[in-house]
């Protein structure tokens, strides 16, 4: 008892576990009537419907990847021009004070050559005015005439220096000039480069939100393609589930037929009651035994979708739920659920009580059908609408594994 109790226990804590992530797990045996079953034409066009939508993601997957090459060799050359750009508003603030210094010097030395000319001009005013060099030089020595030749030669030297001063001053103001006129054709040089960077910079941003606008236009349609494969793979698993549904449907009907002749065939289709089919005559003790015992009192109870209960029928899981909690254990109502709270056995380990699970597909999640072992190579099963609950004979097409829960 203290096992059985263990077990319901890691059962019951599994079962509340998997309830959080229930929403996130395919649920097949409980997600909704089984459809008819498809043609191969049905299953050919779902394949072909795939396989388009396979191609189309990947066009548009290769469209994204180039637009995000784009993308990056953009930026690039968008880095490349604000560099530019601030090279040349940098190289424009060092031609503007070379210019302004040329400008200032310039002014300086005009300065100076006017004063130099206005100095020269008082001088030849006052010759001019005495009555030319021999009259300033009389006024010079006071009149005394040995002394005159001296003081003309010192006139002479006067106004020579003078003459060489303002040369000296007009060559100055000409370099000066020069620098000036080098200062501005280097600023509007400097201004027009910096304008054709700023032009170079602001087209470069603009290609960027062109390319960033051209990937965000592939990205919506790649999210719309990958909908659409979404959409047509879920419909061809929901095709090809309803087939392999309708093959274990044949197959049912084709054993409670046989299993008719051996007087273990279920009453007529669609039998009801308070759970009828009279009860297990083997000799099964223990847990097994009363999941067994329970499982064949059902015998007869009609197929409902959903439904785990004597009052209403069963559907496959329900099935093994009920009889399971007549033994203290607690299964989730979902085939693919069930097995995975199970232990897997192999087909020589099966003892009466283990379930057993069918499969459209390799993995656990698309497991469709349970049933539970009765031994002797039965089972014990709801199989599908019209088909009320009955034993038989165990069938392998389809079979995917077996868990015990004991």
Same mark, same amino acid.
């Given at each position: 008892?203290?096992?059985?109790?263990?077990?319901?226990?890691?059962? @019951?804590?599994?079962?509340? #576990?998997?309830?959080?992530?229930?929403?996130?797990?395919?649920?097949?045996?409980?997600?909704?009537?089984?459809?008819?079953?498809?043609?191969?034409?049905?299953?050919?066009?779902?394949?072909?419907?795939?396989?388009?939508?396979?191609?189309?993601?990947?066009?548009?997957?290769?469209?994204?990847?180039?637009?995000?090459?784009?993308?990056?060799?953009?930026?690039?050359?968008?880095?490349? @021009?604000?560099?530019?750009?601030?090279?040349?508003?940098?190289?424009?603030?060092?031609?503007?004070?070379?210019?302004?210094?040329?400008?200032? @010097?310039?002014?300086?030395?005009?300065?100076?050559?006017?004063?130099?000319?206005? /100095?020269?001009?008082?001088?030849?005013?006052?010759?001019?005015?005495?009555?030319?060099?021999?009259?300033?030089?009389?006024?010079?020595?006071?009149?005394?005439?040995?002394?005159?030749?001296?003081? #003309?030669?010192?006139?002479?030297?006067?106004?020579?220096?003078?003459?060489? @001063?303002?040369?000296?001053?007009?060559?100055? /103001?000409?370099? /000066?000039?020069?620098?000036?006129?080098?200062?501005? *054709?280097?600023?509007?040089?400097?201004?027009?480069?910096?304008?054709?960077?700023?032009?170079?910079?602001?087209?470069?941003?603009?290609?960027?939100?062109?390319?960033?606008? /051209?990937?965000?236009?592939?990205?919506?349609?790649?999210?719309?393609?990958?909908?659409?494969?979404?959409?047509?793979?879920?419909?061809?698993?929901?095709?090809?589930?309803?087939?392999?549904?309708?093959?274990?449907?044949?197959?049912?009907?084709?054993?409670?037929?046989?299993?008719?002749?051996?007087?273990?065939?279920?009453?007529?289709?669609?039998?009801?009651?308070?759970?009828?089919?009279?009860?297990?005559?083997?000799?099964?003790?223990?847990?097994?035994?009363?999941?067994?015992?329970?499982?064949?009192?059902?015998?007869?109870?009609?197929? *409902?979708?959903?439904?785990?209960?004597?009052?209403?029928?069963?559907?496959?899981?329900?099935?093994?739920?009920?009889? =399971?909690?007549?033994?203290?254990?607690?299964?989730?109502?979902?085939?693919?659920?069930?097995?995975? #709270?199970?232990?897997?056995?192999?087909?020589?380990?099966?003892?009466?009580?283990?379930? *057993?699970?069918?499969?459209?597909?390799?993995?656990?999640?698309?497991?469709?059908?349970?049933?539970?072992?009765?031994?002797?190579?039965?089972?014990?099963?709801?199989?599908?609408?019209?088909?009320?609950?009955?034993?038989?004979?165990?069938?392998?097409?389809? =079979?995917?594994?077996? *868990?015990?829960?004991?």
């Amino acid at each position: 008892m203290r096992e059985n109790s263990r077990r319901v226990l890691v059962v @019951a804590l599994g079962v509340s #576990l998997l309830g959080l992530f229930s929403g996130l797990l395919p649920s097949v045996a409980s997600a909704a009537p089984t459809p008819p079953n498809p043609t191969n034409q049905q299953l050919d066009a779902s394949r072909q419907q795939v396989a388009a939508a396979s191609a189309q993601v990947g066009v548009i997957n290769g469209k994204l990847a180039a637009a995000q090459s784009a993308l990056a060799a953009a930026q690039v050359q968008t880095e490349a @021009a604000i560099e530019a750009y601030d090279t040349a508003v940098y190289e424009q603030g060092v031609a503007q004070k070379a210019y302004t210094t040329a400008a200032a @010097a310039l002014k300086a030395a005009q300065a100076v050559v006017a004063a130099q000319r206005t /100095q020269i001009d008082h001088l030849v005013a006052a010759t001019y005015m005495t009555g030319g060099t021999d009259t300033a030089a009389l006024l010079m020595t006071g009149g005394n005439p040995a002394t005159y030749g001296h003081e #003309l030669a010192v006139l002479n030297i006067v106004s020579g220096d003078q003459s060489s @001063a303002l040369a000296k001053m007009q060559q100055a /103001q000409g370099r /000066q000039q020069e620098s000036a006129n080098a200062a501005t *054709v280097a600023l509007r040089a400097s201004q027009a480069a910096a304008s054709k960077a700023a032009a170079a910079k602001a087209a470069a941003i603009a290609a960027i939100g062109q390319r960033q606008h /051209q990937q965000a236009a592939i990205q919506a349609q790649q999210a719309t393609l990958n909908q659409q494969l979404v959409a047509a793979q879920r419909t061809a698993g929901l095709l090809n589930q309803a087939r392999a549904a309708a093959n274990a449907r044949a197959a049912a009907a084709a054993a409670a037929a046989a299993a008719a002749a051996d007087n273990d065939s279920p009453p007529s289709r669609g039998g009801g009651g308070g759970g009828g089919g009279g009860g297990y005559s083997g000799n099964i003790g223990g847990a097994r035994g009363t999941i067994v015992s329970a499982a064949m009192s059902q015998l007869g109870m009609p197929y *409902v979708w959903a439904a785990a209960s004597p009052r209403v029928g069963f559907d496959c899981s329900g099935l093994s739920l009920w009889a =399971y909690a007549k033994v203290g254990i607690y299964l989730p109502h979902s085939a693919h659920l069930q097995y995975s #709270l199970g232990t897997p056995i192999s087909r020589s380990q099966l003892q009466p009580g283990d379930l *057993v699970f069918w499969s459209y597909g390799s993995s656990w999640t698309t497991i469709h059908h349970v049933a539970i072992w009765a031994g002797n190579g039965r089972i014990i099963e709801a199989a599908d609408f019209g088909i009320p609950v009955h034993r038989r004979t165990m069938y392998w097409g389809g =079979y995917f594994g077996a *868990v015990r829960l004991l």
